[in-house]
């Protein structure tokens, strides 16, 4: 079946540090791939979106990669901060619907 | 900016009770979904619309209906709410079908029932 895998484990990363997060998926060719992310009692909220024929996005502070050989997707964060704490989602295409990972939970150290 | 609102940001029932979760958005958008966030299980799917009176049925539907009469309002309904329906509620809704859409959420409803 179908599968998508983010760290479940929390991630601490220091105050000015790059954040890497991953998702991995399984059983998929996706076209596009989004990052959400989500504050503690929130909804999530859209980041970046990514196509399959897109190596790389960038916004600001945030990258993202897709590669769909490895069938992983990597999300970072440059000159990270306290308010970059959150969890983010990442989300796949599946039958003309959205499927989400769990999510990893990021804490930025000061 | 997209706006979704949600009826309640806490809610307590008792077993039983049926209950009704309101979300209403305010982009003129085609599709509206519903979802349940519990620790360790992520964001699951129960139901959808694409379209004013159409409704398809997510990844765990049972238990609950939806009724979408409005083209910016979408209900979540548990018939007879169990304790194992605790949990985050939240309603998204996008412009258009699949991944390419960006989903616009809403703030969530925590639902307690005792």
């Known amino acids: 079946s179908q599968k998508i895998e983010q760290n479940s484990e929390a991630l601490n990363i220091q105050e000015g540090k790059t954040a890497t997060l991953t998702c991995n998926y399984t059983n998929y060719s996706p076209a596009y791939l989004q990052w959400y992310r989500q504050d503690p009692g929130r909804g999530p909220v859209f980041l970046l979106l990514?196509?399959?024929?897109?190596k790389e996005k960038r916004k600001e502070r945030l990258k993202v990669t897709f590669d769909t050989t490895l069938k992983q997707s990597l999300f970072h964060i440059t000159a990270s901060q306290p308010a970059d704490s959150a969890t983010y989602l990442c989300a796949l295409d599946r039958d003309d619907k959205i499927i989400f990972g769990k999510g990893t939970r990021l804490h930025i150290l000061p | 900016d997209v706006k979704v609102t949600q009826s309640s940001r806490y809610l307590v029932k008792r077993t039983g009770e049926k209950v009704f979760l309101e979300c209403v958005q305010d982009?003129?958008?085609?599709?509206m979904f519903w979802y349940r966030q519990d620790p360790g299980l992520g964001l699951r799917l129960i139901y959808f619309?694409?379209?004013?009176?159409?409704?398809e049925k997510g990844d765990i539907p049972e238990g609950y209906s939806v009724s979408r009469e409005k083209k910016e309002r979408f209900s979540l309904i548990l018939e007879s709410a169990s304790t194992n329906q605790t949990s985050m509620y939240l309603c998204?809704?996008?412009?258009?079908?699949?991944?390419?859409?960006?989903?616009?959420f809403g703030p969530g409803t925590r639902l307690l029932v005792l």
């Open positions: 998204a809704s996008s412009l258009g079908r699949g991944i390419s859409e960006t989903q616009y």
């Open positions: 619309s694409y379209d004013v009176k159409m409704k």
């Open positions: 990514i196509r399959e024929n897109e």
């Open positions: 982009m003129d958008h085609e599709n």
